[in-house]
């Protein structure tokens, strides 16, 4: 069985300031780990995803994901937040099977 | 390009009343899948399209019916509405992988609100 938790529905920065948006997946099997944005009133887009290879995963708009198998993360990080980055932000595992699991997604203010 | 395309974008419905949510999507992906979101809730898979032809419930599937016309359109039907089922809907199709999931690709979302 495969699931994904979000810590913290909520989160707010400062315009500037590191975002630090967290995912713990469980697995039984190698997870495949993704991250997505959605901005108000729209669908879901794709920010980054991890495969295999390179634990630090780099996306659009700056951010970036490391896998950590040993903690069982999957963190997103961006160094400096801006104002356009105010949006609901899912982690998500998926399989080679067609099924993929959603946390239950991540807000995020940008506090200008 | 299109991408996904979800119709209608709004629709208010009595309870007990029938429609169906279309889908259409112009990547000639294979797999297609229909998610209901809700607050504090996230994403929650209803029914999946691995191949034109089959479909799979998802983790909840009651009071939806689903039908995949062909490679490009996957429907979800409510035949008898109810409070409960007010939500967004989003559909999805998904990139084929190599080895690995292909990453999924949504609609703009249908915001259904039952009376």
């Known amino acids: 069985a495969q699931s994904v938790t979000q810590l913290g529905s909520h989160v707010s920065v400062s315009e500037g300031a590191l975002v630090l948006l967290r995912c713990n997946y469980s697995?039984?099997?190698?997870?495949?780990l993704f991250w997505y944005v959605q901005y108000p009133n729209q669908g879901l887009q794709l920010l980054l995803k991890?495969?295999?290879?390179?634990?630090l995963v780099k996306g659009i708009n700056g951010f970036e994901a490391e896998f950590k198998k040993s903690e069982t993360s999957f963190h997103l990080t961006k160094p400096s937040a801006h104002m356009s980055d105010a949006a609901e932000y899912f982690c998500?595992?998926?399989?080679?099977?067609?099924?993929?699991?959603f946390g239950t997604g991540t807000s995020l203010t940008v506090i200008p | 390009n299109a991408g996904v395309t979800q119709t209608p974008k709004f629709q208010v419905l009595k309870t007990g009343q029938s429609m169906t949510l279309q889908c259409a999507q112009d990547?000639?992906?294979?797999?297609m899948y229909w998610y209901r979101q809700d607050p504090g809730m996230g994403l929650r898979l209803i029914y999946y399209?691995?191949?034109?032809?089959?479909?799979d419930k998802g983790e909840v599937p009651n009071g939806y019916n689903v039908s995949r016309l062909n490679k490009r359109e996957f429907s979800l039907r409510l035949e008898s509405a109810a409070p409960s089922q007010t939500s967004v809907y989003f559909c999805?199709?998904?990139?084929?992988?190599?080895?690995?999931?292909?990453?999924?690709?949504f609609g703009e979302g249908s915001r259904l609100t039952v009376l």
């Open positions: 999805a199709s998904r990139r084929p992988g190599t080895g690995a999931p292909g990453e999924l690709f």
């Open positions: 697995s039984s099997v190698p997870p495949y």
């Open positions: 991890y495969t295999t290879g390179a634990t």
């Open positions: 998500a595992v998926g399989n080679t099977g067609n099924q993929f699991y």
């Open positions: 990547m000639n992906h294979n797999s």
């Open positions: 399209s691995a191949s034109e032809g089959t479909t």
